[in-house]
């Protein structure tokens, strides 16, 4: 059991030196937004390639993608009725909000715990293919719409399709259900870049937290709680009770599809936040309340179904 751990501890690790750089004044005042930009723009890409064009297409398509996208639906749901119709957030908070109620860390922190507690990498991949193909296309148009300053319809879809975390999406899924193999010297380079890509941003992550206090009272707390919340609780549970009285699924099975929707919310969550300027005090706290709060919620869904 001990071993599940390690997953948290190379994130750890990785936040902690981020914090350290940034205590530091290692690289500067302008470290944080050139980080974002290459995240975003380059090494986000090259990663979502890689994992969706080596996933394995069976896995990508069975029973745990309806269970993970209608447990993600009710949370981001939950999430943005309450934002926008209670509290009268705007569209990019309650967006940014949403987003961390039920877009889950599945790559960086989901596949290593999935090797540990689950005992294949291969089950995260239906969820990296839902919030790739289907909230990554959604969530740019809906930012671009936001920030844009002329807005048009065919603006806003140009600079969607154009987006380069739904470029390397779309590329890498064509790449795994065609069943192309890549030759080694066309993978390898990709692979190198997209390597660099989780540590980057989980140390960009840690530098976001110096000098910052989570739950801060001039925050959004009550959103971060909410999405908390809706993140670690509700979501689980709708996974839990849709994979056992709708699909009938087997303890593995539920097991499975209880971990990927207890994952922590996703560090993309805060890299858009960065990149458009919009709630980065929600999905910044949120991040962090999650990753941390998401540890005793996997252990008792090991206890129960493991």
């Known amino acids: 059991m001990l071993e599940s751990l390690t997953g948290f501890v190379v994130v750890g690790v990785a936040i902690a030196v981020g914090y350290i750089i940034a205590r530091v004044d290692l690289l500067g005042e302008h470290a944080r937004p050139v980080l974002a930009r290459l995240t975003f723009f ?11 064009a080596e996933a394995d297409v069976r896995t990508l398509f069975s029973a745990l993608l309806p269970v993970s996208a209608i447990a993600a639906a009710v ?18 908070e309650t967006t940014i909000g949403a987003l961390g109620a039920g877009q889950v860390n599945s790559n960086n922190i989901g596949i290593p715990l999935s090797v540990y507690l689950l005992g294949s990498a291969a089950y995260p991949a239906p969820v990296i293919l839902l919030q790739l193909l289907v909230l990554t296309p959604i969530t740019m148009a809906i930012f671009e719409s936001v920030t844009a300053q002329r807005r048009s319809a065919g603006r806003i879809l140009l600079r969607t399709v154009t987006n380069p975390l739904v470029i390397g999406s779309t590329l890498g899924t064509m790449v795994a259900v065609s069943g192309l193999e890549l030759p080694a010297v066309a993978m390898e380079p990709v692979r190198l870049v997209a390597d660099a890509c989780v540590p980057v941003l989980l140390i960009s992550y840690g530098m976001s937290l110096f000098g910052q206090r989570v739950l801060s009272a001039s925050g959004r707390r009550r959103d971060v709680l ?22 009938g699924m087997t303890d593995h099975e539920v097991l499975v599809v209880v971990v990927l929707a207890a994952l922590p ?7 858009y936040s960065q990149r458009f300027g919009i709630g980065e ?15 005793p919620i996997l252990f008792a869904a090991t206890l129960l179904w493991g």
């Open 42 to 52: 380059v090494l986000s890409p090259f990663l979502l390639f890689v994992v969706l």
């Open 75 to 92: 949370a981001i749901g939950a999430y943005a009725l309450v934002a926008r119709l209670v509290w009268r957030r705007g569209v990019g």
């Open 226 to 247: 909410l999405a908390t919340a809706l993140k670690l609780l509700v979501m689980p549970l709708t996974a839990w009770a849709i994979a056992e009285f709708v699909f």
């Open 265 to 271: 919310t996703a560090q993309n969550v805060f890299n």
């Open 281 to 295: 005090t929600i999905s910044r706290d949120t991040v962090f309340l999650t990753t941390v709060g998401c540890v």
